[in-house]
T-cell receptor
Framework: DAGVTQSPTHLIKTRGQHVTLRCSPI?????VSWYQQVLGQGPQFIFQ???????GRGNFPDRFSARQFPNYSSELNVNALLLGDSALYLC?????????????FGPGTRLTVL | AQTVTQSQPEMSVQEAETVTLSCTYD???????LFWYKQPPSRQMILVIR??????QNATENRFSVNFQKAAKSFSLKISDSQLGDTAMYFC???????????FGAGTTVTVRA
């Protein structure tokens, strides 16, 4: 079975631009979470969606938004990019929400903002 | 908010030997989950082992085992018979029982020497 997939692999943008990152969960998984991993640090939680509803949001500005589609894939959108948004963006999927179900991570999208 | 602390930025171990990674966490909750994730240089995050706080028995997965000390809020990972493929960044993570987001430590880079 395919794991979590993310696209694109790498992305280079300039300050002020907008970016959309995409994630396809493992088949059968209904929950998708997004994390930001700045180089040399642990991932920081951005959003979780479960059954197409926002389950939770981390401490990120309103420039960050996300949505989940009927097929449970998800998009993360970031507006008005800043240099500090440069990071690896990780998507994780799980069967449901909560700690009883393990979160499985995708390979990530490396975003560079110039 | 929960905090996860990994006090060892880097560890080096000879192939076939044992290495122990430390992790402490801070929470006022009684029920929660703890995880160790591995992120190899190819960057895909992989679950190594998980522990439910209500279980007193330490979790074991092949060469990986944990020492869970609930009163001390400590959750260390032991890698036995280290292999070159164990070279990676290791993250300790925490999730409250009714929560949905993982809180990660800063990570420990493990290098296995031939």
């Amino acid at each position: 079975d395919a794991g979590v997939t993310q696209s694109p692999t790498h992305l280079i943008k300039t300050r002020g631009q907008h970016v959309t990152l995409r994630c396809s969960p493992i088949s059968g998984h209904k929950s998708v979470s997004w994390y930001q991993q700045v180089l040399g640090q642990g991932p920081q939680f951005i959003f979780q969606y479960y059954e197409k509803e926002e389950r939770g949001r981390g401490n990120f500005p309103d420039r960050f938004s996300a949505r989940q589609f009927p097929n449970y894939s998800s998009e993360l959108n970031v507006n008005a990019l800043l240099l500090g948004d440069s990071a690896l963006y990780l998507c994780a999927s799980s069967l449901r929400t909560g700690g009883t179900d393990t979160q499985y991570f995708g390979p990530g999208t490396r975003l560079t903002v110039l | 908010a929960q905090t996860v602390t990994q006090s060892q930025p880097e560890m080096s171990v000879q192939e076939a030997e044992t290495v122990t990674l430390s992790c402490t966490y801070d929470t006022s909750e009684n029920n929660y989950y703890l995880f160790w994730y591995k992120q190899p240089p190819s960057r895909q995050m992989i679950l190594v082992i998980r522990q439910e706080a209500y279980k007193q028995q330490n979790a074991t997965e092949n060469r990986f085992s944990v020492n869970f000390q609930k009163a001390a809020k400590s959750f260390s990972l032991k890698i036995s018979d280290s292999q070159l493929g164990d070279t990676a960044m290791y993250f300790c993570a925490f999730m409250n029982y009714n929560d949905y987001k993982l809180s990660f430590g800063a990570g420990t880079t493990v290098t296995v020497r031939a």
